[in-house]
């Protein structure tokens, strides 16, 4: 059985939405025989002719009694094919809806009365269409038995008239119209059938329309490759991204592309329950292995090589505004695409449209159901696609539902060089290759003063070699950093990309750094490649808490003994730094350097096994 299709039906007040809704029911044999015949006999006694908008007085009623309505209820059938009506009452609703993603309709149905065409209320709806992501707009000219002399020439006139309207302010604001289809919701004409009294159209009834309209998945399977990473998780020695595809196709031996870092790989696996698959669709979960070690994130957005998305750290996006305070150019908030989180700062706030008036709202109106264009720039790249839809977030609560607008891509203008000089020949002239020793390990275990005496040891004995401070970054290349979570990460990245170049250019790096969490790791591992050996310098907690007592003591000898004190002085060594000690080092490839405490400990990775004594010696 294919998925259900949802359908949103909105349009100005008495244009006839109830109406043309009682009657798909009707029409689609969705109401049951005694609820035909309650609305016939309603109608009857108020003498009406049948009013089918009756069909969903049950709900109606439910609403008023505030009860939560099960928006399902509303169906019909078409085909194989279960059509949902997804209410919108006003606009707040609809702004909820677009919020929560509910609002992801396969299409819509705008209902324009013929006689009094596009007026306020049907402007601002087609406003709310260009907010949400409708694959498909329908258009139906209601009422066009009302109009006189409906089958002649002046019927058609008045058809083409208000068509003409409706598709000129959806055109707009960037949303085309499907199709355009008179309709009597009244007496049923070209709502499930073509109807005699409009010979001059030619077109297909309501519901071949709507039949028509693929369901999102169906069409999103043609579009290019997207599946954005929900989590990553170890299968013994597999890596496996797991993420649901949003559009397009992948297989097996796919070239993929993982953004935004650039990365590629090819995919290996594709694990899926109950079993294995060879290739997966829209809506479907898989988990994908690569053929290499590639770092992949949550919030990463998988792609095939020829067809990347836009990786950007500036964009323009239109937010939909759900809180009392409106967004400040300056301020720090979170945006989110999918499993995607990154820090945003407001550069501008481009412009403001209260969606009632379509005009900018009045000084001090309420903010809440304001449409916002922000400029925006995030703290780290990000891969988004045009048009896609985003949470906007503020100390952690949803504030706007919002889509990416103008997107600024990086590297647009980057072209790598290539070198004339290659690895070989720099090995060649400085006897050793390059290469990064990433050493890992709480603050104060001693991982700088080993660093430092390595340094002075290689460069004594002929080697290119540096050792980088990860924290001395902090002073320069990552002075615009802070120090959460996300500053930190950000921090280990950028201290990734200078040790790549040092190794590229044959320099033995020897990197100091907490590092604390594995997934920075191996992301460093990630950037630097093969030439990356992690050295986890084991000194004990205790140990550790000597050495950082007395450092702070030294540079301030009045300061307060506790340890709490001590751990929010400790530069990068917070206290979170403290407790998240990695338990796990990397134990095949990495050395194990035991630090402040003393003692002698083993590394490898200079072609040759090394020996580092507690004085700071080094032996090869
Ligand atoms: P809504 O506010 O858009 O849901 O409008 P309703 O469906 O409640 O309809 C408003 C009024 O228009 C009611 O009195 C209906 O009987 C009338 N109406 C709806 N559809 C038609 C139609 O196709 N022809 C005519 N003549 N009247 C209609």
Redesign the pocket.
């Known amino acids: 059985m294919s998925r259900d299709a949802r359908i949103v039906v909105l ?1 100005h ?7 043309l809704i009682g009657r798909l029911l009707h029409d689609t044999g969705a109401l049951p025989p005694a609820r035909i015949e309650e609305i016939v006999a309603s109608s009857r006694r108020r003498g009406l002719a049948t ?1 089918w ?1 009756f069909a969903l007085d049950a709900l109606q009623d439910e609403r008023d009694q505030a009860v939560t309505i099960d928006t399902t209820r509303v169906w019909f059938r078409l085909g194989g094919r279960r059509y949902v009506i997804i209410d919108a009452p006003g606009h707040e609703e609809f702004l909820a809806n677009a919020m929560t993603g509910a609002s992801d309709a396969d299409a819509a149905v705008l ?1 324009v009365d013929a006689e009094r065409g596009v007026e306020d209320q049907t402007r601002r709806h087609i406003y709310l269409l260009s907010l949400l992501d409708v694959a498909h707009v329908i258009v139906a000219v ?2 066009i ?2 109009v006189s002399e409906i089958r002649s020439g002046r019927g058609r006139e008045r058809f083409a008239a208000v068509a003409g309207a409706a598709r000129a302010a959806l055109e707009a604001v960037g949303v085309s119209a499907h199709a355009i289809v008179p309709v ?4 049923g004409d070209n709502v499930a059938s073509r109807s005699p009294r409009t010979p001059w159209y030619d077109g297909p009834p309501l519901t071949e329309l709507l039949a028509s309209a693929a369901p999102r998945r169906e069409s999103a399977a043609h579009e290019p490759l997207r599946i954005r990473v929900q989590d990553v998780y170890r299968r013994g020695d597999e890596r496996v991204a797991a993420g649901t595809v949003r559009s397009g196709r992948i297989r097996i031996g796919d070239e993929l592309r993982i953004s935004p870092s650039g990365k590629t790989a090819r995919v290996a696996a594709l694990r899926a329950w109950p079993r294995d698959a060879a290739s997966a669709g829209p809506g479907e979960a898989v988990g994908v292995v690569f053929d290499a070690p590639v770092y992949v994130d949550r919030g990463d957005l998988l792609a095939h090589e020829a067809s990347p998305p836009p990786v950007v750290r500036s964009l323009h996006v239109r937010a939909c505004w759900f809180d009392r305070d409106p967004p400040h150019v300056g301020e720090t908030l979170r945006l989110r695409a999918g499993t995607a989180d990154v820090s945003a700062r407001v550069t501008d706030v481009l412009g403001a449209t209260d969606p009632r008036t379509l005009e900018a709202p009045e000084h001090g109106a309420a903010t809440r159901g304001m449409v916002y264009a922000l400029a925006l720039q995030t703290t780290v790249p990000v891969a988004l696609d045009e048009d896609e839809r985003c949470a906007i977030a503020r100390r952690g609560v949803p504030v706007a539902a919002a889509h990416a607008l103008t997107l600024h891509p990086l590297g647009a203008n980057l072209f790598a060089v290539s070198h004339l000089v290659n690895a070989t020949a720099r090995a060649a002239r400085n006897g050793h290759a390059g290469l990064v020793l990433w050493l890992t390990g709480l603050p104060a275990a001693g991982k700088t003063t080993i660093a430092m005496r390595v340094e002075r040891e290689l460069f004594q004995r002929g080697y290119q070699v540096y050792a980088l401070d990860g924290d001395a970054m902090r002073t320069g290349l990552s002075n615009d950093l802070d120090f959460s979570a996300e500053g930190r990460s950000e921090n280990i990245r950028r201290v990734a990309e200078v040790a790549k170049l040092l190794a590229d250019a044959g320099t033995i790096t020897l990197i100091s750094l907490v590092s604390p969490a594995a997934a920075d790791r191996a992301r460093a591992r990630g950037i630097v490649g093969a030439a990356f050996h992690e050295v986890y310098v084991d000194a004990s907690l205790a140990t550790c808490e000597g050495s950082l007592q007395a450092r702070a003591r030294r540079r301030d000898p009045g300061l307060h003994r506790n340890r709490r004190a001590l751990r929010r002085s400790g530069r990068a060594g917070s206290g979170a730094e403290h407790r998240a000690q990695p338990r796990r080092p990397h134990r095949r490839r990495c050395g194990r350097v035991r630090g402040a405490g003393g003692a002698a400990a083993r590394g490898a990775g200079v072609g040759r096994r090394f020996v580092l004594t507690d004085s700071g010696g080094a032996i090869f």
């Open positions: 349009g007040v008495d244009h006839g939405k109830s109406t009013e908008s209902v209601n009422k038995d009302a009597s919701a009244r007496d």
